[in-house]
């Protein structure tokens, strides 16, 4: 029994200790990154929505894509993600939130068809440059800001890491305010894992079934742009 609670005592440590470091990290990040705004566009990716109730990871998301957008560090705001693991396209559950808290929405572009956090990155991008932001950067939490840092590297992505700061984003009051989920509701949906098995998941977690075609500057983005109104 001693041994557990040991066990569980150092792991507990270990977590408190990287937890700590990526904090750091993302305040470094934020700082070395910030002389470069305003940004054109800064891309925010998605999180499942359920039961009419946004996770606390899409709201802290949301928030902070908020106070960039406000402080004037970002010019727009590109929220990505389909609908994976539940019936609601991620984007546009964002979208309607960021509206509701007072980004106009003409400031607003969703991308809706990444279903992986490396999708969410590249598709956003391809997007972005489509319509000739320059200067693009990336706001998510400081373990996904992580995660994603490699991939960029690797894909010759040149984009900035703005990543959350609690300490700042602690400081706002966080409200729920009402959206109507059913604009992003997708009928006979079904999920991820219903489609595919762990492994074919796990190549696109890394970045391995990304479709380059998506958002070629060649073609149309249109189909799969929403922008405003959402038309």
Known sequence: MLRFFKLNFLLLYIFLICTSCLKQAALKSFKDNKPNAPYDAIIVPGFPFEDSVWHDVMKIRVYWSHYLYEKGYAKNIIYSGSAVYSPYVE???MKAYGVALGIPVKNIYTESMAKHSTENLYYSYQLAKNHGFKKIALATDPYQNMMLKGFARKNELDVDFIPIVFDTLKHIDKINPPIDPKIAYVENF???????????RLKG????????TLYNPVEDAANTLRQGTGK
């Open 91 to 93: 984007s546009e559950i």
């Open 190 to 200: 079904v999920a991820l894992p219903e489609k595919v098995g762990f492994f074919e």
């Open 205 to 212: 977690t890394l970045g391995y079934k990304i479709d380059p």
